[in-house]
């Protein structure tokens, strides 16, 4: 019996209305209802008592049984409801000043109920709209609402509406245990289980529900939350796999003569770390497999050289290779110093952009299909469907996270045969998080900065403090450096007390810097404009340039030592470290100034201080992802993870680990899950729109 296709309907107590009620929250079979997990359990050992209430103490869970409820007419035609409870230490009062009519059905007195809730002292202690929820005590009530622990479900307002609490739901997930727990199948292999000491799923999926302590809780969350992260890896683990299996037409001889000649021209030498990964990239690229790597490396750590050299062994070998950036000032950038890098090769690079005449755009996507453009440079404009490549056979993607997840993948589909992939990003990303979203690659990692780097001087600033601070900056002007004034918005916002770009900008070249050369950039600027402010201020034509976040990303100018951010409290903790990055790139000690407005609450203080405290982009990672959770911090972008219902990115990274060893395992020996029938089919359907296992045997 697959337990997927058992209807809700063939539970004892569930009717047509309640199916139909559950069917609003996605419960369709016996196999959803088991796995709508309790969003907590109550442990009656550790229940607050009446008697031991405080002042200040915050929420506070409580068992108390009601003795008596009832309204009690108010002014303007209000009635509240008030209801007393007690448990064997004192007496708690509850009242509901809207909405009491409904709550007044559910209160019955002798009951007992969990009442949750911030109390407040009124002569008693009292609770003001509580969260309520009945214990079951009726005659012949199973142990499952009386045990030590309590299961307590997610509810929505369509449920509550129906009068389905946590105790209606103890009673039909006790049912569907009682009717078919024989027939809940497991999919993971025994031995996996055994190795990490798991238990069966039918157990776990028992205890997951009504654990009889807090050990068996633990091992049934173990269990659960080690199968959502191990299927997780087995769709990386397979579609890591897949690329390995495809026909490589594309394997190179050897590093060639174009990279020689770049390397020996190079301004600066390499260091260590892009040496490592460049070697890594070369061993890649002469293999029988595919490449399909990730680099990681912070802000400023050299990763275009690298991609730079690795698309010159490509083509040095008589293929093209492109690279895709975010945003037009960035493609550009590339555009120009492959130009400088290369000088002499007498190699075709091609800049395509969105904004290029139909006539100019068409020469230069015909160059790209006969194959006389050897680089091809753009943002998105590679991925339209006019633009056909001759021989790609290298992608590189720069600032990954600015794209999606299936943008990558759409670059790669452009080409005839299946190119290498070299996907970058500064964004570092805690490691569980890169295991699960970048899973299927090969990961290289830049882990330290250009010798003769000095470390960033960050600090803190107040409004008080700003005309010191513009007196600093005109001292680095004079010392023939550059800076940039970032602000949060470009217009001001009727809201948001905050000096825009464009008032800042009048404000500054006129008062504060009128002897200085002072640029505006922002995001609603022409292409045109944006272009000639960036190669005015790469040509020192300018020395201040006051800016919105678009040189958040990928800008380099070496020149600029000084990033002031205007109410820092406006942005998050990785666009502080994008922006920041964006000075120190050369050998001259570079500073970023935060400036914080007034009245700024603690948890942006905390950004500060973090940001102040390090310059090291993982550990700021880590904190950004502690901070604004997975979501968040993830963004929209990102999604096309599976979801994870149990098992939490920030916290179990440790059992992502053994997932993830266990599920490449599993598909190095057998690929199709061959001898895994019941898995397989498993994560065919569950996963159908990511991963496919089949067996063309
Ligand atoms: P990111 O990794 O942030 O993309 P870039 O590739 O833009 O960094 O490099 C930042 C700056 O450092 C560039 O001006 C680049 O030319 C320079 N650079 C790269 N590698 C080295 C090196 N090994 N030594 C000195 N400067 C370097
Ligand atoms: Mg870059």
Known sequence: ???????????????????????????????????????????????????????????VTLIATCFESMKIPGRNRQTRLKASFSDDTGILNCNWFRGGEWIANKLIPGEEYI?????????????????????????GATTLNQ???????????????????SRA??????????????????TTPQKILKEHKLPDLKTAINLIHFPEDDISKNIALKRLKFDELFHLQLIMAKRR???????????????????????????FELTDAQKKVIREIYDDLKSDKLMNRMLQGDVGSGK???????????????????????????????????????????????????????KQKEEVISDIASGTSDIIIGTHALIQKDVKFHKLGLVVIDEQHRFGVMQRGELVEKAKEAPNLLVMTATPIPRTLSLSLYGDLDISIIDTLPKGRKPIKTAKRNENDLSKVYKFIDEEVSKGHQAYIVYPLIEKSKKLDIQAAEEGFKYLSEEEFPNRKVAMLHGKMKNDEKDGVMQAFKDKKIDILVSTTVVEVGVDVQNATVMLIMHCERFGLSQLHQLRGRVGRGSAQSYCILHVGNKVPDETMERVRIMVSTTDGFKISEKDFK????G???????????????????YDGKLMALARKSAFKLIDEDNILKNYPELRDYMNKKFQDKIQFLDYS
């Not at 991609?307 to 492109?322: F, H, R």
Request: charge should be positive; aromatic fraction near 8%.
């Open 1 to 59: 019996m697959n337990l997927n296709e058992v209807s809700i309907s063939e539970v004892r107590n569930i009717g047509p209305k309640r199916e139909k009620v559950l069917n609003t929250v996605g419960i369709y079979s016996v196999a959803d209802l088991l796995q709508y997990y309790p969003r907590r359990h109550l442990d009656r050992q550790t229940i607050q008592k009446i008697g031991d209430i405080k002042p200040d103490m915050g929420e």
């Open 115 to 139: 009442i949750s809730g911030v109390p407040k002292f009124f002569g008693g202690w009292a609770i003001d709209h509580p969260v309520l929820e009945m214990i079951d005590n009726e005659k």
């Open 147 to 165: 045990g030590r622990i309590i299961p307590l479900y997610p509810l929505t307002g369509e449920l509550s509406k129906n009068s389905f609490d």
């Open 304 to 358: 275009t050289v690298v991609a730079l050299l690795s698309m010159l062994m490509m083509i040095d070998n008589g293929y093209q290779a492109a690279i895709m950036a975010p945003t037009e000032i960035l493609a550009e950038q590339h555009y120009l110093g492959f130009h400088k890098f290369c000088e002499e090769l007498g190699l075709h690079i091609t800049l395509l952009q969105g904004k290029m005449k139909k």
């Open 241 to 267: 796999a897949n690329v390995k299996l495809i026909p490589k037409k594309n394997k190179i001889k050897s590093s060639g003569k174009l990279l020689k000649a770049v390397y020996e021209k190079l301004p």
């Open 632 to 650: 968040e911090f993830l963004g929209e972008k990102q999604s096309g993870m599976p979801e994870l219902k149990l098992a939490s990115l920030l």
């Open 627 to 630: 901070l604004r959770g997975p």
């Open 169 to 186: 739901f103890r009673k039909i997930i006790k049912n569907a245990l009682d009717q078919f727990s024989e027939f809940i199948e497991d």
